[in-house]
Nanobody, 123 residues
Framework: QVQLVESGGGLVQDGGSLGLSCVAS????????MGWFRQAPGKEREFVAA???????DYADSVKGRFTISRNNEKNTTYLQMNSLRPEDTAVYYC?????????????????WGQGTQVTVSS
């Protein structure tokens, strides 16, 4: 079993920046593919970014060039740096993990979820 705990959400103005962190415990971290998803009110949960054990990354088109995912295997932590935030980025952001070195890019890929952290971008 893996436990994921996010932190770093909050309120920011249009064009601002925010960083999220996700600490994992319960399984050897480097074997996990890590990702971030988000869910806005009334919408389905959607993929944001993912990173594998080789540090290869993948991004949703809507965040490319603005968001950066990274990981620190020594600290069992995944990060999401969000720049140039827009009101449409407002959502609950979820950390996600997938077993066996593969990355989660759709919700059905995800083996473990964090509890979520709210990000609100005001216009």
């Amino acid at each position: 079993q893996v436990q994921l705990v996010e932190s770093g959400g909050g309120l920011v103005q249009d064009g601002g920046s925010l960083g999220l962190s996700c600490v994992a415990s319960g399984r050897t971290f480097y074997t996990l593919g890590m990702g971030w998803f988000r869910q806005a009110p009334g919408k389905e949960r959607e993929f944001v970014a993912a990173i594998d054990y080789t540090f290869s990354t993948d991004y949703a088109d809507s965040v490319k060039g603005r968001f950066t995912i990274s990981r620190n295997n020594e600290k069992n932590t995944t990060y999401l740096q969000m720049n140039s935030l827009r009101p449409e980025d407002t959502a609950v952001y979820y950390c996600a993990a997938r077993r066996d070195y593969t990355t989660p890019v759709v919700t059905s890929d995800v083996d473990y979820w964090g509890q979520g952290t709210q990000v609100t971008v005001s216009s």
